[in-house]
DNA sequence: CGTTGGATTGAGCCTTATCAAGTCGAGTGG
DNA sequence: CCACTCGACTTGATAAGGCTCAATCCAACG
C-alpha cells in the first residue's frame, strides 16, 4: 500500500530492506521483515520541499519520522529571535519521539528531504506491541543523548577553532554511515546554519574557515570542504 | 534481602512503594509491586560518601544506579583539564543507562548519596522480560534529551544573567517535584560547579549572583538562595 | 589564632560579537 | 551580452562581555 520504511534509503537495493546501508543504523533494524511490512504498512512515504518544515516548535506533534534521504535542521528559537540548531538529521533519524504533546523544536528541510512519516498516535500503538522496536528507539535515544552531551562540552567549553574543527570531523564520522569516507565533505547546511549550532556568529565561522584555508588544513569547495590535514584537524577537535 | 529500590527515596513511608512520592518519578513506577520486588532483588542499596565517584569518565561500566538521594554532579573533562558538568541527577534519576561499554562522562556524589546498584548486565537482562520498563526508561531519556537541547540553547546563545537566573528557576522546578516549593532553593553544588553547568567562570557566577542580589532579586543564604523577585528571575530566564 | 577552602571583588585583557563594507556567483531581464 | 539584483559569504574596524590574574574576605576548624 505505501513505500518502504527503510527501504526508501537505499536507492540501489530497493527490494531488500535488510541489504540496504541505512537499516543496520535505523530502528527499524529490530524488526523481523514481517514487522516491517507492518510498519511500512503505518507509514507514508514522504518528501519534504527545501526550507520546509517537518515540525515546528511549540506546535502539536502529529507525525514522527524517520528520515530516508537529505538534512534536516533542527533548531530551537528564543522570544527575541537567538537561535539555536541543536542537530543536523540524516537518513536512518528518527524525529518527534519526546512523547510530548507540542515539539520542542521546529525541524526544516535543508535541501530536498525524503521521510517515513507515521501518525504519532498509531505508532505509538504500535510501539506497545513491539517491545524490540522500543528497545531499539531506547538505544537510539541514548545515543542522542551522548551527543548532546559532547555538544554540551563544546558549547560550554572549547574554543571557536576547536568548535568548527570538531564540526568537520564529526560530520565526516556520521556520513561515515554511508561509506562516504574521501576527503571531501559535503556541507549542505550554511553557514549561518553552522554558526548557529556552533553557538557563534556568522562571522566568525567564516573567519575560522578562512584561517585554517591559510594553515592549510582545509581547502573550500562548492558545498563543503576538503582536507588538506585531516590529522591535525582531528588534533584540534580532540584537545 | 536487600533494601528497597524506589521505598528507599521515601524514608516517611518505608513499607510501601506506590505511596511513595518519588516514585511516579522513577522508572520503578511501570512496575506492579511483584515486579518492584524482582527488581530489588537485582539491586543493592548503596552508600556514597561526598565526593566519591559513582561512574569515571572513559571507565567501564560496571554498574547502573537509581539515585535515591543526594544530589550527583556529571561532569566531562577535556585533556587540559577544561571541565563541563553536563547534569546534576537527584532522587529518582537514572544513570548509567549509555549502552556503551564504558561510561561518558563521570558522576560524582555532591554530598552524601543513597542509590540503588544494579549490576549492568543482569540490569539489561531483566530489561529484556519487562517491555513495560523499557519503555519508562525511553520516556526517561527522551526527558533526558529535551533537558540537554534546552541547555545547549542556554550555553549557546544565552548571557550570564540569563544563564543564571535560568538555572535557578530550573532547580526550584525540579525541585517541585518533592514539594519543595518555597522561596528557599538548596543549592549543594559550589560556585565552580554551576559555572562549569553554565560554560562560565566561577567568578562570573559570584559577580552575577551579587548583582542579583543588589537587584532585590535574590538573597544568598548558606547553602542556597531565596528568591525575592521569583517573577522578575522567572522573565529573565525565559527571554 | 593561624590555616584552609570557598567565595567575592577589582583591574586589565582577550576572544568573539557587532557593525559596516565589499566580494562573488547565480539568476533575471532589457 | 551585459547591467542589475539578490543572497551568501568574506573581510575589516571597533566594542563589549566574560576571562584571567591577583588580592581580599569570610567562616569553619584544628
Redesign the interface.
Known sequence: MSADCCEATCQSHPARCKDCAVRPFSVCAALSDDELGELQALSEPTSFAPKSALLLQDEPVQNVFNITSGCVRLS?I???G???V?GFAIAGDFLG????ERS??TAEAIGPVTACRFRKKAFLNY??AK?DL??R???F??????L??????L????TAEERVASFLTMRRARNSRFGQQGATLQLPMSRLDIA?Y??LTIETVSRTFTKMVREKLIIIVPDGIRFVDLAHVGQIA??
Open positions: 530551537k528564543l522570544s527575541d537567538r537561535r539555536q541543536i519521539l519526546s512523547f510530548q520542542n523544536f510501539l506497545d517491545p522500543v528497545r528507539l531506547l538505544e535515544s541514548a545515543n542522542e543523548l551522548r548532546a552531551q559532547e555538544q554540551l562540552v558549547l560550554g567549553r572549547r548557529d556552533l553557538g580532540a584537545e
